[in-house]
Antibody, heavy 120, light 108 residues
């Protein structure tokens, strides 16, 4: 079965860095685009970043552009999010999600999320 | 970038029908997808494309669209449908995704 499992969250000071991982299984990793979506405490969902199935294209929400980098490792079947220059407003649960293009693109599988807390 | 606007909260009596709307700032747009999220859980897609339900999603969930408004309808709401619902779509550029602010559904 399809599984996505995030890790790497924690408490970090403003200005520091953190790297999130999303280990995947149960599907052909190189065939699917992947995303990061976050949710601040008590708030709604916010799309953060996209990486194409082949890793050639990356897109970011404006608020993280230049600070966050999405990447993927086909040998490890793992998605990453390198987060630099973290801000208090980056505090959120970060979900990785698989994109399915059938019948309109959508996020068909999600991880359980990993909490990032940016605080001094 | 595009915006998707949802009513913050909606309530429905048990067994009745409720419509949750998602207003976009552009008529020309991609299909919306709809996600259900219960407290402490990851979102689950309930509708995608024109009106497609993933396996395991009850047929009381359906979607429609008119002009720049996408809608999720629950026909015969059940207690287990109480959750937050989010619409999502690519923006007009096609390289950014946007979520609506979410609608908290209460089943009375």
């Amino acid at each position: 079965q399809v599984q996505l499992v995030e890790s790497g969250g924690g408490v970090v000071q403003p200005g520091r860095s953190l790297r999130l991982s999303c280990a995947t299984s149960g599907f052909i990793f190189s065939s699917y685009a992947l995303h990061w979506v976050r949710q601040a405490p008590g708030k709604g969902l916010e799309w953060v970043a996209f990486i194409s199935y082949d890793g050639r294209n990356e897109f970011y929400v404006d608020s993280v552009k230049g600070r966050f980098t999405i990447s993927r490792d086909i040998s490890k079947k793992t998605l990453f999010l390198q987060m630099n220059s973290l801000r208090v407003e980056d505090t959120a649960v970060y979900f990785c999600a698989r994109e399915d293009l059938s019948y309109g693109d959508h996020f068909d599988f999600w991880g359980q999320g990993t909490l990032v807390t940016v605080s001094s | 970038s595009s915006e998707l606007t949802q009513d913050p909260a909606v309530s429905v009596a048990l067994g009745q029908t409720v419509r949750i709307t998602c207003q976009r700032d552009s008529v020309r747009s991609y299909f919306a997808s709809w996600y259900q999220q219960k407290p402490g859980q990851a979102p689950v897609v309930v509708i995608h494309g024109r009106n497609n339900r993933p396996s395991g999603i009850p047929d009381r969930f359906s979607a429609s669209s008119s002009g720049n408004t996408a809608s999720l309808t629950i026909t015969g709401a059940q207690a287990e449908d109480e959750a937050d619902y989010y619409c999502c779509s690519r923006d007009s550029s096609g390289d950014h995704w946007v979520f609506g602010g979410g609608t908290k559904l209460t089943v009375l």
